[in-house]
């Protein structure tokens, strides 16, 4: 079908319509081939018509020229439940040199899905009237499948959101650049963002956007938080959501879990660029031992073209939770002091073993050893090893974090700070030089820590630190390995701090190579002092520090046994019995420096 133009009034319309169609499956697409050339040839666009609705639907749209060939349009329909018919209208206005045409019509997967004689197997869900047989993935899940709403009764209206009528039970996060926007029909700017929300298929529908145009700038970044949810027991817990990212300038959209309120979590899921003119469903699967909320979070791209989309967003097998998550504080190492302690007759000066009421010293905590029976005094330490395998930091803590999440008018997520990372989850844009697999699985799946330099400026610096540690012994050393790599790749340092002064215990700096590299410092003996690693921010964010595997070796102080010592061991002056093979090696083994007397 081609125009024929026959007068040359200003302003005329042709317009082509379809036969009437009852309804559609929720996966129907249509597509066309279409032709549209000439110096002014003008624009056309196809537009959907459904029963008892005032306003037409936009659903496709040429504006100019697109040379001297036939080009595919693909439409996505999705479940439309009422009678609709299209309509292909093309407008002149006066002076129309050029072709249009359309040919090669095409419907597919529009049908409902065909009634089955049964529907056995656990993950099978058997549609009331239709009898159909489908996935059990889809039910509660906003789209009507079975075409007779039956996999959408009885669902718990607080475990999903279409945005219809506002946000539900989801929140804006603050602390973010800037906040996702409901709107119905096409987003402001053309050539990006959804024509129509997902739920109704119709501009009728309402979704939520990100606007990436001014004053919005390149990485900005809007959050959207969820509910809260209990921990998902023996089942798991599963998130369904649509989004459209549609747009030359499309930069990412993301979604995390966290356990702790004043963090972003870890990275379950991740999109990146331009996904075409269409809505697509995700489905995350979620476990948790501690109660979690879901971030989902999209980051503006280099231009105006770059709109994402995101509606229908439900829940499957999820509990809500009640209470609050808990902020991060100096001490987690995922054991919190219970509420009340036992009865004791400890002084402020000692600790009280949270078991028996035992009162040990002060020094005696955090020391790398367990001196009260159920290893309470070691609870809010540092861990002698670290892999970072459960999502866990050991007792590490950032500092300078916590000074900022107190005051929410700074922005956390631009700050150049350590964080959890590993290869699954890596941006394309990171694979050059942030480690693919960590040191201890060697696998894309293991975790590692990492100071991210696509966040920050050159010069800033990301602290880790660990609680103060009451006292080491003498042959103390901390080993840990070490991933360096990219061509503007800054520093990493480990610092020793106590009340007085802070000292460099070890440093390197620039690229060494895409491999993990050993490193062990020496401590030695040291009372009430903190181990710190120091990232710089280099040139540019090619290049982020990592590290993985750190252990504290042989740290915990010396015993005074009751034994006298041995022919093959020395005498300390006090009491401590070491090797003979530790005299005079200008190391204090002795702990008051007795075995590097002159006069032995």
Same mark, same amino acid.
């Given at each position: 079908?081609?125009?024929?133009?026959?007068?040359?009034?200003?302003?005329?319309?042709?317009?082509?319509?379809? &036969?009437?169609?009852?309804?559609?499956?929720?996966?129907?697409?249509?597509?066309?081939?279409?032709?549209?050339?000439?110096?002014?040839?003008?624009? #056309?666009?196809?537009?959907?018509?459904?029963?008892?609705?005032?306003?037409?639907?936009?659903?496709?749209?040429?504006?100019?020229?697109?040379?001297?060939?036939?080009?595919?349009?693909?439409?996505?329909?999705?479940?439309?439940?009422?009678?609709?018919?299209?309509?292909?209208?093309?407008?002149?206005?006066?002076?129309?040199?050029?072709?249009?045409?359309?040919?090669?019509?095409?419907?597919?997967?529009?049908?409902? &899905?065909?009634?089955?004689?049964?529907?056995? =197997?656990?993950?099978?869900?058997?549609?009331?009237?239709?009898?159909?047989?489908?996935?059990?993935?889809?039910?509660?899940?906003?789209?009507?499948?079975?075409?007779?709403?039956?996999?959408?009764?009885?669902?718990?209206?607080?475990?999903?959101?279409?945005?219809?009528?506002?946000?539900?039970?989801?929140?804006?996060?603050?602390?973010?650049?800037?906040?996702?926007?409901?709107?119905?029909?096409?987003? &402001?700017?053309?050539?990006?963002?959804?024509?129509?929300?997902?739920?109704?298929?119709?501009?009728?529908?309402?979704?939520?956007?990100?606007?990436?145009?001014?004053?919005?700038?390149?990485?900005?970044? #809007?959050?959207?938080?969820?509910?809260? !949810?209990?921990?998902?027991?023996?089942?798991?817990?599963?998130?369904?959501?649509?989004?459209?990212?549609?747009?030359?300038?499309?930069?990412?959209?993301?979604? !995390?879990?966290?356990?702790?309120?004043?963090?972003?979590?870890?990275?379950?899921?991740?999109?990146?660029?331009?996904?075409?003119?269409?809505?697509?469903?995700?489905?995350?699967?979620?476990?948790?031992?501690?109660?979690?909320?879901?971030?989902?979070?999209?980051?503006?791209?280099?231009?105006?073209?770059?709109?994402?989309?995101?509606?229908?967003?439900? !829940?499957? =097998?999820?509990?809500?939770?009640?209470?609050?998550?808990?902020?991060?504080?100096?001490?987690?190492?995922?054991?919190?002091?219970?509420?009340?302690?036992?009865?004791?007759?400890?002084?402020?000066?000692?600790?009280?073993?949270?078991?028996?009421?035992?009162?040990?010293?002060?020094?005696?905590?955090?020391?790398?050893?367990?001196?009260?029976?159920?290893?309470?005094?070691?609870?809010?330490?540092?861990?002698?090893?670290?892999?970072?395998?459960?999502?866990?930091? %050991?007792? /590490?803590?950032?500092?300078?974090?916590?000074?900022?999440?107190?005051?929410?008018?700074?922005?956390?997520?631009?700050?150049?700070?350590?964080?959890?990372?590993?290869?699954?989850?890596?941006? &394309?844009?990171?694979?050059?030089?942030?480690?693919?697999?960590?040191?201890?699985?060697?696998?894309?799946?293991?975790?590692?820590?990492?100071?991210?330099?696509?966040?920050?400026?050159?010069?800033?610096?990301?602290?880790?630190?660990?609680?103060?540690?009451?006292?080491? =012994?003498?042959?103390?050393?901390?080993?840990?390995?070490?991933?360096?790599?990219?061509?503007?790749? =800054?520093?990493?340092?480990?610092?020793?701090?106590?009340?007085?002064?802070?000292?460099?215990?070890?440093?390197?700096?620039?690229?060494?190579?895409?491999? /993990?590299?050993?490193?062990?410092?020496?401590?030695?003996?040291?009372?009430?002092?903190?181990?710190?690693?120091?990232?710089?921010?280099?040139?540019?964010?090619?290049?982020?520090?990592?590290?993985?595997?750190?252990?504290?070796?042989? %740290?915990?102080?010396?015993?005074?046994?009751?034994?006298?010592?041995?022919?093959?061991?020395?005498? %300390?002056?006090?009491?401590?019995?070491?090797?003979?093979?530790?005299?005079?090696?200008?190391?204090?083994?002795?702990?008051?420096?007795?075995?590097?007397?002159?006069?032995?």
């Amino acid at each position: 079908m081609f125009i024929l133009k026959t007068s040359n009034s200003i302003s005329q319309i042709a317009q082509l319509r379809s &036969p009437k169609f009852r309804q559609t499956g929720s996966n129907c697409t249509l597509s066309f081939w279409y032709y549209n050339y000439g110096e002014s040839v003008g624009a #056309a666009e196809l537009q959907l018509l459904v029963d008892g609705l005032k306003q037409p639907t936009v659903l496709w749209r040429t504006y100019y020229s697109e040379g001297n060939q036939w080009l595919k349009a693909v439409i996505q329909l999705g479940r439309l439940p009422h009678a609709f018919q299209f309509s292909l209208d093309k407008i002149s206005l006066g002076i129309y040199e050029g072709i249009s045409a359309i040919d090669d019509i095409r419907f597919e997967n529009c049908a409902l &899905p065909p009634p089955a004689l049964s529907c056995e =197997g656990p993950n099978r869900f058997w549609c009331r009237d239709t009898k159909a047989c489908i996935d059990s993935l889809l039910v509660c899940d906003l789209v009507d499948d079975c075409g007779d709403g039956s996999d959408e009764d009885n669902c718990d209206p607080d475990l999903q959101c279409n945005f219809e009528n506002g946000l539900c039970n989801w929140e804006q996060d603050v602390q973010d650049d800037f906040d996702w926007i409901r709107i119905r029909g096409p987003t &402001p700017t053309v050539n990006t963002g959804p024509l129509k929300d997902h739920t109704t298929g119709t501009a009728r529908g309402c979704y939520l956007y990100l606007e990436s145009s001014e004053p919005h700038q390149f990485r900005d970044q #809007a959050v959207l938080l969820s509910p809260l !949810f209990s921990p998902s027991g023996n089942g798991t817990c599963v998130f369904r959501f649509h989004y459209h990212m549609f747009g030359k300038e499309v930069y990412r959209l993301s979604v !995390f879990q966290r356990t702790v309120s004043n963090t972003k979590g870890w990275l379950l899921w991740y999109k990146f660029g331009n996904q075409e003119n269409r809505w697509i469903r995700q489905t995350l699967f979620i476990r948790s031992s501690k109660p979690f909320q879901i971030l989902v979070e999209g980051t503006v791209g280099d231009g105006f073209t770059g709109d994402i989309g995101l509606d229908d967003v439900s !829940f499957l =097998g999820c509990t809500l939770y009640n209470g609050n998550l808990p902020t991060i504080s100096t001490t987690t190492s995922g054991t919190s002091a219970p509420a009340t302690l036992p009865m004791n007759n400890c002084t402020e000066k000692e600790f009280v073993c949270w078991a028996s009421g035992h009162c040990i010293q002060m020094i005696q905590k955090c020391d790398f050893r367990p001196d009260c029976s159920d290893k309470s005094d070691e609870s809010a330490c540092v861990m002698e090893v670290c892999d970072f395998e459960d999502k866990d930091l %050991c007792g /590490w803590h950032q500092p300078a974090l916590e000074q900022i999440s107190e005051d929410y008018s700074i922005h956390i997520t631009k700050t150049f700070k350590w964080q959890l990372g590993r290869g699954a989850n890596l941006y &394309p844009e990171q694979e050059g030089h942030c480690p693919l697999t960590d040191h201890t699985t060697s696998t894309e799946e293991g975790w590692y820590l990492f100071a991210d330099s696509s966040n920050g400026e050159f010069g800033h610096t990301a602290d880790i630190a660990t609680p103060v540690i009451s006292l080491t =012994g003498p042959r103390c050393k901390i080993i840990f390995w070490n991933y360096m790599n990219g061509s503007t790749i =800054g520093s990493l340092e480990v610092l020793y701090k106590n009340s007085k002064k802070t000292s460099k215990l070890w440093a390197q700096s620039g690229s060494q190579g895409p491999q /993990w590299n050993r490193a062990e410092v020496f401590l030695g003996i040291h009372s009430n002092f903190q181990v710190i690693f120091r990232a710089k921010h280099g040139v540019s964010y090619m290049g982020d520090v990592a590290v993985d595997d750190i252990t504290f070796e042989d %740290c915990s102080p010396l015993l005074i046994s009751d034994k006298p010592c041995t022919s093959e061991e020395f005498m %300390c002056a006090n009491k401590y019995c070491i090797p003979k093979n530790n005299l005079c090696d200008f190391v204090n083994d002795c702990e008051d420096n007795s075995d590097e007397s002159p006069s032995i």
